[in-house]
């Protein structure tokens, strides 16, 4: 099984050597549950500190040059926002803010329907 160090190699090349990595990725491992990713633990961890070092790297656009989904849009002054408006999932609007957070949410999202048989929407947002 590859390490998060890894994952954080593959997926953030630029910043492999960066001195905030293992911080990022021992951050991330703090945050993260083994028994509820299960044997993609290493990889979400590894996602998730790309996603904080994208982010401190003021790199929090998507590949293809988007913010995030637009959530709504106004004439008047020209108002534009972006974000989810709503959300199932705790952090949505956090992870979608990168490729890697966004990553990271469909793992969530994958485990959460292996997960869900017939139990309460509250347990749809921890």
Known sequence: MASASSYFDLYC???SDDDRKLQLITAARAT?????YGSNYELAVGLLATHEM?????????A???????SSKDEGDLSLTFGTSMSIIKNEPYLSQTFAGLKLLSLKIARLSMGVTGGAMANLTR
């Open 13 to 15: 090349s630029a910043y």
């Open 64 to 70: 293809n040059g988007e913010a995030g989904q637009i």
């Open 32 to 36: 993260l549950s083994a028994a509820y």
């Open 54 to 62: 994208f982010l401190i790297g003021n790199n929090s656009i998507r």
